[in-house]
């Protein structure tokens, strides 16, 4: 299936989980073919009729900006600057944010705004296509002058630098050109700036999140639905009226799903203990409601900047001007992410404790949810285990955006720190899915105490994941239940219209 990339092409959240959910190959519309060349057909000429000092183009980077280059030298100062940027350190970027950061690039470089060839963005287009993965690092990125490190080395492969993972093994990038039949690029002025200078590393992790956490949001409801008849809550606080006299659209959204999942439940209809229950079950709409909104704003900011020129200098054909400005700068993602990180951080907070009173013997239910208490430890320590993340998850979620550090000698003196609320947010809502890992298989053991009495769609979810783990009569080694736990989680399949509604 192909995707054509044209200016008018508006990624939007419907499109961006067609393509992590279906193979796609992308092209550059005619359109962008025109509008790319156009734009660095313009810029050639600028640099022909003109000594003016353009920013990155026959200038130095950074503090030394006031370096002027010669004319014979442009085409070596890109080179070495995409070399000596390639410094990253850390962790290797997971494949498939590696995969966005290519597409995001594209995108960016296709509006025709950047200044580059042609044939540097179709040499993108290809790598994307064969799915090749540049091997880049966690570290390195201040989230202002762009990303500079991580985008380096995206960048290299395209000099037959560096390495990638193609093909199911890392190689030099030098071999993956050759299978593709593709030579080194030469870059030409401004070529090299263009591809380091923009927010794909912070955008491509954004995107990941985000669309994790949309999932997650959903599954997270779903799980407490099982855990409120596991624990026989009460179904008042879920009555639509509340709601609508506090009517923040997450929370409505929240409630209507805990009414949906559980309609025609026989536990639900069953006398109840006391007349309110926990906050963790009956606050469920205000607190899983305001992630959702949360998300919604997430979701508005990284839309906006999938969609957006963030390289500098950008170059104005039909102006006659080539600016420089700071559209590279992170704070508006930096921002965005630390919210997020908050927010989905809430989700763990709140399932740990339902997870907690689940475990605690109340209302019935034997202590730790096994048979022999005792003899058995039952599911205790996942408690512990879900406390600590949830714990990790405190620290992850302090906002990285509230620091800066001053850099190329007091040039860059103030920047985002987005890149490591980017790969904190990355982290933390992998935590999120193991605390509702655990808060489901503690859920599904209650559920069978009350002989599995629940609606008809919580029973069918409870069915299939229970073909992965099956009741825990006596304890067991009990990390491998947390693994498939994991894994079933990662495998529901929910149609994309239910996640967006």
């Known amino acids: 299936m192909k995707m054509t990339l044209s200016l008018s092409t508006n990624l939007d959240l419907k499109k961006l989980f067609d393509l992590a959910y279906q193979p796609f190959q992308l092209e550059l519309s005619e359109e962008s073919v025109l509008k790319i060349r156009a734009n660095r057909a313009y810029l050639d000429q600028k640099l022909v009729s003109s000594d003016k000092l353009l920013y990155g183009i026959n200038t130095g980077f950074g503090a030394l900006h006031n370096h002027v280059i010669s004319k014979s030298d442009l085409n070596q100062l890109q080179e070495n600057l995409v070399l000596s940027h390639a410094c990253g350190m850390g962790k290797e970027v997971p494949n498939e944010v590696v995969q966005w950061m290519l597409l995001l690039k594209i995108q960016s470089l296709g509006l025709g705004y950047s200044g580059v060839h042609l044939q540097t963005v179709q040499h993108l287009v290809e790598l994307y296509n064969a799915g090749v993965s540049p091997i880049i690092f966690t ?47 030469t870059l030409s002025a401004k070529e090299g700036l263009a591809l380091l200078n923009g927010t794909q590393f912070m955008t491509a992790y954004g995107v990941q999140v985000l669309m994790k956490s949309i999932r997650l949001s959903y599954l997270a409801d779903l799980i407490a639905a099982l855990s409120i ?104 993602l930096a921002l965005t992410l630390d919210h997020l990180k908050i927010a989905m951080a809430e989700l763990g907070n709140i399932s740990e404790r339902r997870t907690f009173q689940l475990l605690s013997g109340a209302r019935g239910l034997p202590l730790f949810l096994v048979n022999q208490p005792g003899l058995n430890s039952g599911l205790m320590i996942t408690q512990y285990t879900a406390a600590s993340i949830v714990s990790s998850n405190k620290q992850l979620a302090s906002p990285a955006s509230i620091d800066s550090i001053t ?62 783990v099956g009741f825990i009569e006596q304890d067991a080694l009990m990390h491998d239940h947390l693994e498939e736990a994991v894994k079933f989680i990662q495998s529901v399949q929910i149609d994309t219209d239910l996640l967006l509604e």
């Open 229 to 332: 008849e596991g624990f026989m809550a009460h179904q008042s606080p879920f009555h639509q009226a509340l709601h609508l006299i506090r009517p923040h659209n997450g929370q409505i959204k929240t409630a209507a799903r805990i009414r949906e999942f559980l309609e025609d439940s026989p536990l639900m209809t069953l006398p109840r203990e006391g007349v309110q229950d926990p906050y963790s079950f009956r606050c469920v709409p205000q607190v899983h409601g305001a992630t959702k909104d949360a998300l919604d704003y997430v979701s508005k900011v990284i839309i906006t900047e999938i969609n957006s020129v963030t390289d500098n200098p950008t170059v104005f054909e039909n102006l006659d001007e080539v600016l420089s400005g700071g559209n590279f700068h992170g704070q508006p």
């Open 407 to 468: 850099s190329s000698n007091g040039q860059e003196d103030h920047v985002s720190m987005g890149a490591n609320a980017a790969v904190q947010a990355y982290d933390l809502v992998n935590n999120v899915e193991t605390i509702l890992a655990i808060e489901l298989l503690c859920a599904s053991q209650a559920l069978y105490f009350r002989n599995e009495n629940c609606s008809e769609f919580v029973q069918s979810f409870l069915n299939s994941f229970r073909d992965h």
């Open 139 to 185: 570290q390195g990125s201040l989230g202002a002058s762009g990303d500079l490190a991580p985008l380096a080395h995206l960048s290299l492969p395209l000099l037959g630098r560096g390495m990638a993972f193609y093909k199911g093994k890392r190689q030099g990038a030098s071999s993956v050109l050759e299978q593709l039949n593709l030579k080194p690029l």
